[in-house]
């Protein structure tokens, strides 16, 4: 894989000394979130300023206290300069050269906190994970970090010398928030078209996981026999998205002899096979995750969470937190356990 560079203004401004644990009682300092345009810390303080004012300025300007962002975001293909092909399975680390595969995504997002001290908060609620890392790459390569996250200071009672700052972004900065809607609406629509795309398809071609009889035509044909048949029902068909990809799933689970419902393993094909007819374990689990995103409710479902959550994010008196909103939790498993192997988790009141 070819190096990327790394934007060197907001890397340089993350190097700070590192310090012990971030305590209980963690104290906050500045309010990038609610302050755009803000200049980094050591300079004069200025006032809120609006995201199209700032943008190629060589210096933020105050705008006095409204917050607002004056023209659409836009989500190029290429954001940051990195030649980002669509179906690549890596994800960039948003400040250096470092890459992880899309599915290592909790140690991309470790590697930030330990090595760039930049938390994202509420990560699960990011539609498209991807797109999201590359477009605050190049944001952050425009302008300083300081513009866009808090920063939360650590150890603050202690000594200059040991204490550390940690930047915090989330979705109360209205360009994140916004981002956030992007994304999950451009999702929806990628989903809906799908499942538009294979309700009316006549060219589905695949073979009974039971009995090995072939279908061809409509993937409701193959549906409604196992149903039938075999008393193996895993919704209408209807409600159902990306159906290949969801009977690849379950035909490899029976080829390792796992039972889809109770998910034993079993020493040959047809202990499993009478497993799940006596133990009427012909179903899914549907407590497995994995399953979630073959059926389109849940993504429905998932628009409506997220819209609640942000608007629970948002303060009724504006963008600020107040100082007891944010509630910072370390959780150590040893006290032997270093540094590094620390996990942060924000959970917002």
Known sequence: M???PSPPAAAERLRAPSGPALPAGAERSGAGRGSRGRPAPGGPSGGSGGMAESRGAAGPAARGDTECILEPLSLPES???VDAVESSPYVPCIFCTECYVLAEQNQLLKHMII???????????VADFRSYILYWKRRFAEQPITDFCSVIRTNSKAPLEEQDNYFLLCDVLPEDRLLREQLQQKRLREILEQQQQERYDTSFHSMCMFCDQEFTGNRSVLLNHMAREHAFNIGLPDNIVNCYEFLAVLQGKLDNLQCLYCEKVFRDKNTLKDHMRKKQHRRINAKNKEYDK???INYLSQVKMEREELCNVVPAGGHERTEGSIKTLLFPEEQKQTQTDKTFLFVFT
């Open 2 to 4: 070819r190096p990327r």
């Open 79 to 81: 954001p940051g300069g």
């Open 115 to 125: 090595e760039h001290k930049l938390v994202i908060a509420d990560v699960k609620l």
């Open 294 to 296: 073959f059926y389109i």
